[in-house]
């Protein structure tokens, strides 16, 4: 079966930087369309940055210039890199797959990975 597992949250001070790893398996890795959410206390969860199969990028207004999503097809991984971080970035983030299975029938599916927290204090 598909299933996405997150590394890399954490405790971190205003201003530092974090890097956040979600591993693949039992997926067309290569054409998925793969993202990270976020739910922050009392929030819906939410959109931050995805990348398409072709490797290019789309990142929330709130996260621009701060966050990078990369991929790496070969390994199966998608990283989320959070510079700058702001205590109102502390969320649960959550990795995402949007694609076909990698065993028959081949499924087309909307996967999530189990998160991570990710906590912005000083």
């Known amino acids: 079966q598909v299933q996405l597992v997150e590394s890399g949250g954490g405790l971190v001070q205003p201003g530092g930087s974090l890097g956040l790893d979600c591993f693949a398996s039992?997926?067309?890795?290569?054409?998925?369309?793969m993202g990270w959410y976020r739910q922050r206390p009392g929030k819906q969860r939410e959109l931050v940055a995805r990348i398409s199969p072709d490797g290019s990028a789309a990142y929330a207004d709130s996260v621009k210039g701060r966050f990078t999503i990369s991929r790496d097809d070969r390994k199966m991984t998608v990283n989320l890199q959070m510079n700058s971080l702001k205590p109102e970035d502390t969320a649960v983030y959550y990795c995402?797959?949007?694609?076909?299975?990698?065993?028959?029938?081949?499924?087309?599916?909307?996967?999530w990975g189990q998160g991570a927290q990710v906590t912005v204090s000083s």
């Open positions: 039992g997926i067309i890795f290569s054409g998925a369309l």
């Open positions: 995402n797959a949007l694609g076909e299975a990698a065993t028959l029938p081949r499924n087309l599916g909307d996967y």
